[in-house]
């Protein structure tokens, strides 16, 4: 049977869960959840983040609460001390997120459907990766999740800018589980000198005006040549399947567009 009352404060296994045809099973959204579209309007939304609304969460009388990072730690204890079952995954890399949507799909019953779907986007993911053993003109690429402070990509950006066909100009961060560990500089970025410029600003749209006019940049040759895109976070920065269904096809099309071009 699984769980029959589930909340999630997060996106990630909302989408999960709408795309194994368990829906019905949900009961609470977060007020960010955009995968998929007609879940917001289905759902009641309980939570932001970091916190959320308890007295609407204990209203649902859920059976199990799925969330994600550490960041929603206070809040997971404060579910957990009302006596709630809370699971919290934490996932930095690809492997991890492909790993936790196998447990959602156990979790409510669909264990051979959830293969299906893993096994296809890994299939893809062999695919592309043997497709860039091919290359040698791969492109430098910088990610730049935050711009005060100047924060790089998290692991699984780091692995899907490599399957993408790009070398990850700070990749050895990559590791850092905290973002206030991959804090960089401006002149951090110009030593780098990156091919691309891609943006995905949590929470907010990228201020292109300020990417363009960063005065440290100015010699950098995505500046120089305008490869500066801005991908969409929740297709990237959200751990889950939007990632492989949308998230690494884009980086790879950019990408693509970007090798055409300088060719």
């Given at each position: 049977?699984?769980?029959?009352?589930?909340?999630?404060?997060?996106?990630?296994?909302?989408?999960?869960?709408?795309?194994?045809?368990?829906?019905?099973r949900i009961v609470?959204?977060?007020?960010?959840?955009?995968?998929?579209?007609?879940?917001?309007?289905?759902?009641?939304?309980?939570?932001?983040?970091?916190?959320?609304?308890?007295?609407?969460?204990?209203?649902?009388?859920?059976?199990?609460?799925?969330?994600?990072?550490?960041?929603?730690?206070?809040?997971?204890?404060?579910?957990?001390?009302?006596?709630?079952?809370?699971?919290?995954?934490?996932?930095?890399?690809?492997?991890?997120?492909?790993?936790?949507?196998?447990?959602?799909?156990?979790?409510?019953?669909?264990?051979?459907?959830?293969?299906?779907?893993?096994?296809?986007?890994k299939s893809s993911?062999?695919?592309?990766?043997?497709?860039?053993?091919?290359?040698?003109?791969?492109?430098?690429?910088?990610?730049?999740?935050?711009?005060?402070?100047?924060?790089?990509?998290?692991?699984?950006?780091?692995?899907?800018?490599?399957?993408?066909?790009?070398?990850?100009?700070?990749?050895?961060?990559?590791?850092?589980?905290?973002?206030?560990?991959?804090?960089?500089?401006?002149?951090?970025?110009?030593?780098?000198?990156?091919?691309?410029?891609?943006?995905?600003?949590?929470?907010?749209?990228?201020?292109?005006?300020?990417?363009?006019?960063?005065?440290?940049?100015?010699?950098?040759?995505?500046?120089?040549?305008?490869?500066?895109?801005?991908?969409?976070?929740?297709?990237?920065?959200?751990?889950?399947?939007?990632?492989?269904?949308?998230?690494?096809?884009?980086?790879?099309?950019?990408?693509?567009?970007?090798?055409?071009?300088?060719?």
């Amino acid at each position: 049977m699984g769980p029959e009352r589930i909340v999630c404060i997060t996106e990630e296994p909302t989408e999960m869960i709408y795309l194994l045809g368990e829906e019905e099973r949900i009961v609470g959204i977060s007020a960010y959840t955009v995968r998929p579209i007609r879940a917001k309007s289905e759902k009641t939304k309980v939570s932001a983040f970091i916190s959320g609304n308890i007295k609407k969460i204990e209203s649902l009388k859920p059976d199990l609460i799925i969330g994600f990072s550490d960041i929603q730690g206070q809040f997971a204890k404060d579910l957990i001390e009302r006596g709630f079952n809370v699971l919290i995954f934490n996932q930095r890399s690809i492997p991890e997120i492909l790993n936790n949507m196998q447990i959602i799909g156990n979790i409510v019953g669909q264990t051979e459907k959830t293969n299906e779907l893993i096994n296809s986007w890994k299939s893809s993911l062999l695919e592309w990766s043997k497709e860039n053993q091919l290359r040698t003109n791969k492109p430098k690429v910088f990610f730049q999740e935050w711009d005060e402070p100047i924060i790089t990509g998290i692991q699984w950006v780091s692995e899907a800018i490599q399957m993408a066909g790009g070398v990850d100009v700070f990749e050895s961060l990559k590791f850092k589980k905290m973002a206030k560990d991959r804090i960089i500089t401006a002149e951090d970025v110009r030593e780098q000198n990156p091919d691309i410029y891609l943006g995905s600003w949590c929470g907010k749209a990228m201020d292109w005006d300020w990417v363009r006019n960063k005065p440290e940049w100015q010699t950098v040759n995505a500046i120089q040549t305008n490869k500066i895109y801005e991908i969409d976070p929740s297709i990237i920065l959200q751990p889950g399947p939007a990632l492989f269904l949308e998230g690494i096809p884009k980086l790879r099309e950019i990408i693509n567009e970007s090798i055409v071009t300088k060719l």
